[in-house]
Each structure stands twice: as structure tokens, then as C-alpha cells.
């Protein structure tokens, strides 16, 4: 049963990726206003298949100079390591029970840059080189906040696990009582996808496509499900702590929907940060903040537990 559920949920995470693009193209069409895909099949719904076919169906381009095994192997430990943060989705039955869910997250989720850093050295290309270069530090400054906010709202639900934040979360929504920090996350998460507007690896304009350059058809396909793999689970990650974490309800599906539509939006509308203000906000105002709100959360905490001990008494 646990393998039929996991490979339950993969099927629906492929899935669920090939309606996200189609999403994105038809909002993406609204507001440039200009038709979206609306081709194939009833208003383009058949659109996200076509293209996979096509991009899986098209000749394989092996650059001369490149380092041809890492170069193959690398969009495939891409996919791998954004499908293993979905082990993680909170099921009550036919899942396996992480108690240290928190640091197997954090684990994997450190261990994209790897993707991106291995792909843009292994292609052997100027462009791709300096947006491996990029994402590295990019990845490392935006992991220490990302981190400091994830160990505020665990310390609070003293516990470790994602199950937790069911029975903690359901009375009050946490986002309720830390609104600046719930923004502070989503431009952390989308600094950590690399989306607009912190898409210095794959600046179009910069670096024409970045560190993916030399990657056509199914590499293209891989590191492209990975990367929108990696996105609706850190909008699931936000509804899950943040907003309402009872995942067997409608409401919080209709809250994914509209966070992975928010990341939709930010890439319509606003351009590209500055690099140099990029780091500024990472170092100077994340970090700072966050830290702030762990020593908040710790004296709610340490209040918490003081006053269920006295209640005891």
C-alpha cells in the first residue's frame, strides 16, 4: 500500500505540474493581453500533454565539450530530489510517519543547488557557468532565512512534524499573528525556485537562458518539472503552516491554487531585482527579522509550556 500510494501521488504531482504551466500561460496571456493556449484540445486543456510529447519526442543535442555523463545524469537527480520532498505530504493513512519531517526537508531541499550547480559545470558554457555561479549564492543566503522561519513555527508547534501543525494550526491561522514574516517566506520561497523576480540563473536577458543553455527536449523537460515540482510543494508547505492545515478540506486546496496563481502574478508584473539588492535584502533585512521573531516565538513558547505546567499543578 505504500508503494501504490506513493506512486499515486507522483502520477498526480505530473499531472498537477502540466495544469500549473497551462495556468501560467493563460494568466500569463491575460495580462499581457493576448491569447494563451487554446489550441489543443476543449479552451487548450490537452495543451500541457502536447507539449511534453513534444519535448520528450525531439532529438537529443549533446554539446562537443561538455562532460557527457554528469550532463545527462544531472536533470534526472533534479527530478529525483523535488519528487522526494512530496514523501513528505501529510497523509493519516498509507504514508510513512516522519517525526523529523522538518530536517528531511531541509535536507532536500538544500541539496537543489546541487542540481542547478552541477548542470550549469557540467554544460562547459560561459552563460550557464555564471548562472551555476548565481544560484550557489543565492541559494546559500536565502537557505539560512528560509530555515530560521521554518524552526519559529515548529518551535512553536513543538514538534517536528507536519502532522503537528493539524492540531496546532486549526483554531487560529499563524499567519494571523506574523504577517511580515508570512511575506518575508513567500519572497524566500521564491528566491529558493529561483522564480521572478530572483531568476538570476536563468536571467533571459543576462545570460540568454542561463544555466540550463545547452539543455533541449527531455533535459529541458526534467529540469522544467522539477523546478514547478519544487514550486506548488513550497505553496503546499505555506498553506500547511501559515494558512489552514486541514489538507482533507476543500479550502485548503482553493489556498494552493491561488499561492502557485500569486507566483503566477509576481512573474507578470514585476521585474527582475537588482543583484546587488538581492544580497542587501537577504543579509540586512531577512535575517535580521527572522531572527527577531525566533526570540518572539521562543517566549511564546517558553509562556506556553509555564502555563499548561501550572494548569497541571
Known amino acids: 500500500m505504500y508503494l501504490i500510494s506513493f506512486l499515486f501521488l507522483l502520477v498526480f504531482v505530473m499531472v498537477?505540474?502540466?495544469?500549473?504551466?497551462?495556468?501560467?500561460?493563460?494568466?500569463?496571456?491575460?495580462?499581457?493581453?493576448?491569447?494563451?493556449?487554446?489550441?489543443?484540445?476543449?479552451?487548450?486543456?490537452l495543451q500541457p500533454f502536447s507539449d511534453g510529447m513534444k519535448l520528450f519526442m525531439k532529438e537529443q543535442f549533446f554539446p562537443m565539450n561538455s562532460n557527457y555523463m554528469i550532463y545527462m545524469i544531472c536533470p534526472m537527480l533534479s527530478l529525483m530530489q523535488?519528487?522526494?520532498l512530496w514523501v513528505l505530504f501529510p497523509y493519516y493513512l498509507n504514508c510513512l510517519e516522519f517525526n523529523l519531517g522538518l530536517m528531511?526537508?531541509?535536507?532536500?531541499?538544500?541539496?537543489?543547488?546541487?542540481?542547478?550547480?552541477?548542470?550549469?559545470?557540467?554544460?562547459?558554457?560561459?552563460?550557464?557557468?555564471?548562472?551555476?555561479i548565481r544560484s550557489v549564492s543565492q541559494a546559500i543566503s536565502y537557505e539560512v532565512s528560509l530555515s530560521?522561519?521554518?524552526?519559529?513555527?515548529?518551535?512553536l508547534a513543538d514538534s517536528y512534524s507536519f502532522l503537528g501543525f493539524y492540531s496546532m494550526n486549526s483554531s487560529v491561522w499563524f499567519?494571523?499573528?506574523?504577517?511580515?514574516?508570512?511575506?518575508?517566506?513567500?519572497?524566500?520561497?521564491?528566491?529558493?525556485?529561483?522564480?521572478?523576480?530572483?531568476?538570476?540563473?536563468?536571467?533571459?536577458s543576462e545570460?540568454?537562458?542561463?544555466?540550463?543553455?545547452?539543455?533541449?527536449?527531455?533535459?529541458?523537460?526534467?529540469?522544467?518539472?522539477?523546478?514547478?515540482?519544487?514550486?506548488?510543494?513550497?505553496?503546499?508547505?505555506?498553506?500547511l503552516i501559515f494558512l489552514s492545515p486541514n489538507f482533507t478540506s476543500f479550502l485548503f486546496f482553493l489556498e494552493l491554487v491561488s499561492l502557485c496563481f500569486l507566483f503566477i502574478?509576481?512573474?507578470?508584473?514585476?521585474?527582475?531585482?537588482?543583484?546587488?539588492?538581492?544580497?542587501?535584502?537577504?543579509?540586512?533585512?531577512?535575517?535580521?527579522?527572522?531572527?527577531?521573531?525566533?526570540?518572539?516565538?521562543?517566549?511564546?513558547?517558553?509562556?506556553?509550556?509555564?502555563?499548561?505546567?501550572?494548569?497541571?499543578?
Open 207 to 239: 545570460l540568454v537562458s542561463g544555466f540550463n543553455i545547452e539543455y533541449g527536449g527531455g533535459g529541458f523537460a526534467l529540469l522544467f518539472i522539477s523546478e514547478y515540482s519544487s514550486i506548488i510543494f513550497l505553496c503546499l508547505l505555506t498553506c
Open 104 to 132: 528531511f526537508f531541509l535536507c532536500c531541499s538544500s541539496l537543489g543547488v546541487y542540481g542547478l550547480m552541477i548542470c550549469g559545470w557540467s554544460s562547459n558554457s560561459l552563460y550557464s557557468m555564471l548562472g551555476c
Open 265 to 313: 502574478w509576481v512573474r507578470a508584473t514585476l521585474p527582475r531585482y537588482r543583484y546587488d539588492k538581492l544580497m542587501y535584502l537577504a543579509w540586512k533585512c531577512y535575517l535580521p527579522l527572522t531572527l527577531n521573531y525566533m526570540v518572539m516565538f521562543l517566549l511564546m513558547s517558553v509562556l506556553c509550556f509555564y502555563h499548561f505546567f501550572l494548569l497541571k499543578l
Open 16 to 45: 498537477s505540474v502540466g495544469f500549473f504551466t497551462l495556468l501560467e500561460r493563460s494568466v500569463l496571456g491575460y495580462i499581457q493581453i493576448r491569447k494563451g493556449p487554446n489550441s489543443v484540445g476543449y479552451l487548450g486543456l
Open 82 to 84: 523535488s519528487l522526494f
Open 148 to 155: 530560521l522561519i521554518l524552526l519559529c513555527f515548529f518551535m
Open 175 to 204: 499567519v494571523l499573528i506574523s504577517v511580515p514574516i508570512f511575506f518575508c517566506w513567500l519572497s524566500c520561497c521564491m528566491a529558493e525556485s529561483n522564480r521572478t523576480p530572483f531568476d538570476f540563473s536563468e536571467g533571459e
